[in-house]
T-cell receptor
């Protein structure tokens, strides 16, 4: 158990819908990261928050947004869903920034858009 | 974009053999990490090696880092069927806010 909790584990929804993925980082970790992994693909960086502030954006679509709350949990909102958004979405957390420490990953949310 | 490329993309070995996978990256780094992912599951952190380290061990894992060649290798000794998984390297760099992952090596250990 990495200490990073993601909910829900599985999500099936229809095209055009909106969903929210939730992440609770490890206790004491200030950085939260979101990654997307499509079938048989590598991990694509979406967005990162450090102590409540957005610090980096990657290949995140405009239909997607995220936030980190004062208690440091984070949510990833995906709207106007398309079939191609079906993927595993991972949250990770680290106590410090990437140059200094490792990240620990949650079990992921498997999103299926039908 | 992926910074790292892993080699080979897929590897199939017999139980008891050693497995070696390589990771190359493009920019200077402060650390490199290796992760394991069982099919469709989360990534499990295996080991971190810092840029001033050349080799690190953890159980049956041995990681080397050659910053002059911008490459790392992960050796799993005496492999077991349970080692069957995808293995990813990820780099961390000061002044950045993301880990950059390699494309992964799919390891299959045959019993």
């Amino acid at each position: 158990d990495s200490g990073v909790t993601q909910t829900p584990k599985h999500l099936i929804t229809a095209t055009g819908q909106r969903v929210t993925l939730r992440c609770s980082p490890r206790s004491g970790d200030l950085s939260v990261y979101w990654y997307q992994q499509s079938l048989d693909q590598g991990l694509q960086f979406l967005i990162q928050y450090y102590n409540g502030e957005e610090r980096a954006k990657g290949n995140i679509l405009e239909r997607f947004s995220a936030q980190q709350f004062p208690d440091l949990h984070s949510e990833l909102n995906l709207s106007s869903l398309e079939l191609g958004d079906s993927a595993l979405y991972f949250c990770a957390s680290s106590v410090d920034l990437p140059g200094n420490t490792e990240a620990f990953f949650g079990q992921g949310t498997r999103l299926t858009v039908v | 974009s992926q910074q790292g490329e892993e080699d080979p993309q897929a590897l199939s070995i017999q139980e008891g053999e050693n497995a070696t996978m390589n990771c190359s990256y493009k920019t200077s780094i402060n650390n490199l990490q290796w992760y394991r992912q069982n099919s469709g599951r989360g990534l499990v952190h295996l080991i971190l090696i810092r840029s001033n380290e050349r080799e690190k061990h953890s159980g049956r894992l041995r990681v080397t880092l050659d910053t002059s060649k911008k490459s790392s290798s992960l050796l799993i000794t005496a492999s077991r069927a349970a080692d069957t998984a995808s293995y990813f390297c990820a780099t961390g760099r000061s002044g950045t806010y993301k880990y950059i992952f390699g494309t992964g090596t799919r390891l299959k250990v045959l019993a």
